[in-house]
């Protein structure tokens, strides 16, 4: 069974930065994605990265403002998030999949258990 933990998360104002981890033993051949869901909404896929790190997609909201990445030495995800705003307040969490499409869709396999980051003045 994959394990997956995030940290990171935490209250930061408008136009602030987070930098939320995601540590996975054995995730060298999965893709990786983060997931964020909003009280109220339903959950959405915020950023993909492939098992090499050549391949990264973001959802259009994110887009310029946050960074995936990974460093498979350290079995770890990392997503940098500038520019917050208020509507990027949500629990976020990181998955694993085999495939990177998998990620793109949704389709995860495995869940960290999620952070929860607020943006508010």
């Known amino acids: 069974q994959l394990q997956l933990v995030e940290s990171g998360g935490g209250l930061v104002q408008p136009g602030g930065s987070l930098r939320l981890s995601c540590a996975v033993a054995?995730?060298?051949?999965?893709?990786i994605g983060w997931f964020r869901q909003a009280p109220g909404k339903e959950r959405e896929g915020v950023s993909c990265?492939?098992?090499?790190?050549?391949?990264?997609n973001y959802a259009d909201s994110v887009k310029g403002r946050f960074t995936i990445s990974r460093d498979n030495a350290k079995n770890t995800v990392y997503l940098q998030m500038n520019s917050l705003k208020p509507e990027d307040t949500a629990i976020y969490y990181c998955?694993?999949?085999?495939?990177?499409?998998?990620?793109?869709?949704?389709?995860?396999?495995?869940w960290g258990q999620g952070t929860q980051v607020t943006v508010s003045s």
């Open positions: 998955a694993a999949q085999k495939l990177f499409r998998r990620c793109v869709s949704g389709k995860t396999d495995y």
């Open positions: 990265i492939s098992s090499s790190g050549s391949t990264t």
């Open positions: 054995g995730f060298t051949y999965y893709a």
